[in-house]
Each structure stands twice: as C-alpha cells, then as structure tokens.
DNA sequence: TCTATTGTTACTTTAGGGGTAACAAATGTA
DNA sequence: TACATTTGTTACCCCTAAAGTAACAATAGA
C-alpha cells in the first residue's frame, strides 16, 4: 500500500540531493496537491512527526508553499520549477568543481603501459615467470649484459625445446655468454639506449617477447629500473614482426663466436 | 597544512554525488597526475587505509584509472570528462525526475489566502486577537448579525477610543444592535453574500479591517466557516477603496433607530 | 467538558562514512 | 639470507544524518 509513491522517482529525487523523507513528502505533496501533514503522512508512510520538520525544511528550500491555520495545510510547488532550479544549482556546482579542478592544472597522461613492475625483485621474478611458461617461442633483445646473464641458466634450459631467438645490440659486449646471439647493428643500438620519453632518459635493457603474445620491456630511467608488461596479442604480435624485420633485412647478423 | 586540497571544490564534488574523501582523493589525484595510495594519502589527509576502497570505487566509477603493479600506480581522467559525466547523469536524472512528477499531475494551485483559519473557535478568538489591538481606527462590514452579535461587548468598546466605522448590507437586520451602522445597498450585498469561486459557493459573513494594516475575512463555503486573515498592503488599498465609497456616497448612510 | 486531531519534543535505531590500529604481503637493504 | 620498510588489507570504533518511535501539549470539534 505504502509504495503510492513511485520509488523511481524518490531515487531520482535523492541523487539530485534531497533526503529519502523529503523525497517521499515532496511526491506526495505533488499527488495532493494541498494537504495537511497528516494526510502527506498516510500517503507516504513517512513518520507524522518527521513530516512537520520535513516540511519545514522543504518550505525553506522553497519547494513547498506554506498555508498558515489550524491545521496548516502545504502545497508544492510546480515540479518544473522545482527541478528547475535543482538542476541550475547542480549546474552551477558542476562548472564551479570543473574550474577549481583545472586550477590544480590537469595534464594528460602519456599513454599507460598495461602492467608496470617497479621493484628489481619484482622484475626479475616476473622475468623467470615469463620464461618458465614459454611454449614455443622466445625472441630477445638485450643492450644489458649483467641483466641478462641473470636468466643465463633459465635461458639454457629453453634451448633444448623451444625456438630461442636472442638479439643484441653489440656482440662483443655478450662474448661471454654462451649463445648463438644475432646483432642489429650499432644506430638501432645507440637508438635504443637513449630514448627521451618526457624529458627523460629511457634505456632500454632487455626486451623479451614470449609465444608472441606477452612481452617484457625492461628499462631504466634515471636510477630507477622499470619493467613493462604488456599481454595484449595484438601489441606483442606488432613487436614480434619490427624484430623480425630488424633481424632479417636492417641489421648485421653475426653469429657468437 | 591539509588543506592543500581546495574545500569548497569538496564540498562542490560532495553535491555532485561523491563522499568527502572520494572528492579529496580525486582533487588529490587531479594535483599529482599520478600517484600512489600513500600519495595520496599524504596529499589529501584521507586515512591511508581509506585510500585503497575509495579509489578502488573511483576507479568503478570510472574517474581515475589504475595501473596495476607494486605499488599500484592511480591516475585521474581528465575532469573535463569526469564533472562532464556527472553532470549528464544528474541532467538525466533532473528529467527523469519531472517526468514521473507530472506523472502525478499537478495542477497550478488557485492563488491561496496569506492566513486561512478553519474552525470557529478559531476564527472568534482570532477576531477577539484583532479587536484587542486596534489602536486608531476599525472598519467592520458584515452581512450576518449572529455572527457580529458575538462581538458586540468588544466593539462597544473600542466606541470610546477609536473611530468605528460599521457597514452592513441591510440595517434591517442588525436593527437588534446599539451602533451606528451604514449600508451598501442591496446589489452589493446580494454579491457579497453569493460570491462562487471555483463552483463552490461563498457566503462573505465578516470583513474587518484594524488600523489599515490588518484585515479577516470571514466566509462560509458550504457548511464549512473559513477565515483569511490578510497583514499585507493591499489591506491598505482596500481601505482607501472603503474611503472613497464613503465619501461619494455610494451607500445609504443610516443610523440604528 | 470531553475527545480527537494537530503539532512538538525527546528519544532510539540504523546506515554510511570517517578514523584507527593491527597485520600480512610485498619490497628494499644489509 | 635476515631484517626493516612499505604496501595493501582487515577489523574494528566513532560520529553524524536520517529514519523511526513514543509520549505529550496545544488545538479543534462535539
């Protein structure tokens, strides 16, 4: 019987930043047109007693008009008035926030990577999980010695059952480790160490493209080591095709030793 | 030192719809582009514990985006966009809202008395109210003796020490009376006693006006007496109206025997 | 005068938001 | 590796606004 009042509306009424009660007494002062407290009361199902101060409130807020006697009979104010001026109040509100939020000076941010590990612990463990779930194909590019011999055991193992591509930027500096490493030449290489994103000095370490569908960008800016993954398969099968095309036309193939 | 974040853009963001940490933390955000939790924590004052759930609701909501990794990393969509939404979805619902008000059907309510009194005990004590303060000058016009005769002690009264004017439709029947009465005639007083408004039929039984400032109106509507109880200027007017009549001479001057 | 209605007051309950502390997991460092 | 710090989570408590309740005084009708 209580939901005389379409709870919809009292919703509506709340977002626009009336109280539930005051919703309710507002609709049903809409319904009947002139009333008492009470008879808004046993429409809405709104506390008798709460109704006097609802009222009150929304005759301040000018929302219903006021027939002073004995008993004091309400009336509302027509709807389109009323939201009209909630919704200019709203509207001011909105262009006031936006401007003092553009005070603070909003620039936007350069495009996300998709997972970002800033942590070398964190870097290093994400690494060898990415190498303990290749399937069949890992494709690397390094610039990073030390780094790389890191994963020299985890890469070994990959040897034997999957096809390992691993690319460097200049063989001498990767004579040390046991692998058939291709080289792409020395402008990609300087390239590559000295990226400016921002302002800021991007080298690139280590590049690792796993089943051309995850891949890890390692890097680092400043003296801080950043690691980026990106499981997208459109992005990593975009990656996957410039090395391919590095290592088949643009650079020096050598061979290890 | 908190109040680095601007209040009144809070308190804005707040009748928008957000909570007062959710606004503090997407100022917050707004400010450092991008941040950490704690970041924003530091920024803001909002409990770091806090932070997580609130920008974890933001970001639902679609106003900051995350990116994940450790720490995780928030950063605020461009304002622009954000108030932008928030402002279409109120406009929604600001419509909505009206249109399951007319739903109700609200009709423009007839212009409504300044002061409406219902019961008769009311009206009498409130005519005694008025009777009390006169201080210069009263004007009584009545067309129903009963009623008047109520009031004869207090008005023989106030003959000593103000100027009475009494206006009657028909000196015959308040022949009972000890006053000076004048009279209308008999147009104004058939009108007066057959006033229909609104299909209702109104019986005016007493018009007072004390000092020129404040009037009653006392009628019956059917079987139900009402009293309008006016203080506005336009007593004034109504008074000065009254003057005029006297003075062309458009009633029959009489006096009682 | 008596009774019902109207209006007021003081109180309890509830729910949401805010604040605090403690803890486990993750990360950095020795 | 062990240890300290930071990060993220959880469980609380507190406060307030609003909702609901009950009792009472003032008013109004009979």
């Known amino acids: 019987m209580y939901p005389a009042i379409n709870p919809g509306l009292v919703r509506n009424l709340e977002k626009l ?69 909630i919704k200019d109040d709203l509207f ?32 290093r463990k994400r690494v060898r999980e990415i190498l303990d779930n290749v399937r069949d194909e890992l494709i690397v590019f390094s610039t990073n010695p030390e780094f790389l011999g890191e ?39 300087d390239f590559v160490r000295n990226l400016f994103i921002d302002g800021v000095q991007y080298t690139e370490d280590c590049f690792i493209i796993a089943d051309g569908k995850e891949s890890i960008a390692v890097h680092t800016a400043g003296d801080q080591r950043e690691a980026v993954v990106i499981r997208l398969p459109v992005v990593c099968h975009l990656q996957k095709l410039i090395y391919n095309w590095l290592v088949e036309g643009g650079f020096t193939i050598g061979t290890h030793l």
Request: charged content about 30%.
């Open 151 to 189: 994963f020299e055991s985890d890469l070994k193992k990959l040897e034997k059952n999957c096809r390992l591509i691993l690319i460097v930027d200049d063989l001498k500096k990767f004579r040390e480790m046991p692998f058939d490493f291709k080289e792409t030449g020395k402008e990609f290489g």
């Open 92 to 123: 001011t509100c909105a262009i006031e926030a936006l401007d003092q939020l553009n005070e603070l000076s909003y620039e936007i941010p350069r495009s996300s990577p998709v997972w970002c590990i800033q942590s070398e612990w964190g870097i």
């Open 17 to 85: 930043g009336l109280t539930e009660n005051e919703g309710k007494t507002y609709a049903g002062l809409v319904s009947l047109k002139e009333a008492t407290a009470r008879e808004v009361h046993g429409l809405t199902g709104v506390p008798r007693a709460k109704v006097y101060d609802i009222l009150k409130t929304l005759s301040r807020k000018g929302f219903v008009e006021v027939r002073q006697g004995s008993p004091v009979y309400f009336r509302a104010v027509d709807p389109k008035h009323v939201i009209g001026r």
